[in-house]
């Protein structure tokens, strides 16, 4: 079991930055066995794929076309958590952006093979 839990959403005007972090309370299984992802959903639109990063000693990250050099990933295992640096914000980034945690592998980028989920932080860009 995970419980995750969002923060640092905002809002902010266009080509200015965020920084959202998602904190993990886990029982059973330690934060370093979760592949973490961050999705998105715009009113209106299906929620989509954001950012992850692998497990384990892998580490490796992967982002969306959308937010591909401006939005960063990075997880620290000591201290449970996982964060999106959001920079150079757009009004199209205006949305609600989910924490997710993976537990058993599969696409990374797939919100259907991720089985723990926050509640979400609101981030809006105004023009």
């Known amino acids: 079991q995970v419980q995750l839990v969002e923060s640092g959403g905002g809002l902010v005007q266009a080509g200015g930055s965020l920084r959202l972090s998602c904190t993990a309370t886990?029982?059973?299984?330690?934060?370093?066995?979760?592949?973490m992802g961050w999705f998105r959903q715009a009113p209106g639109k299906e929620r989509e794929f954001v950012a992850a990063?692998?497990?384990?000693?892998?580490?490796?990250?992967y982002n969306a076309d959308a937010v591909k050099g401006r939005f960063t990933i990075s997880r620290d295992n000591a201290k449970n958590t996982v964060n999106l640096q959001m920079n150079s914000l757009k009004p199209e980034d205006t949305a609600v952006y989910y924490c997710?945690?993976?537990?058993?592998?599969?696409?990374?980028?797939?919100?259907?093979?991720?089985?723990?989920w926050g509640q979400g932080t609101q981030v809006t860009v105004s023009s």
């Open positions: 997710a945690a993976q537990s058993y592998g599969g696409s990374w980028s797939d919100q259907y093979k991720y089985d723990y």
């Open positions: 886990t029982s059973g299984r330690t934060f370093n066995s979760y592949t």
């Open positions: 990063i692998i497990r384990w000693t892998d580490g490796s990250t």
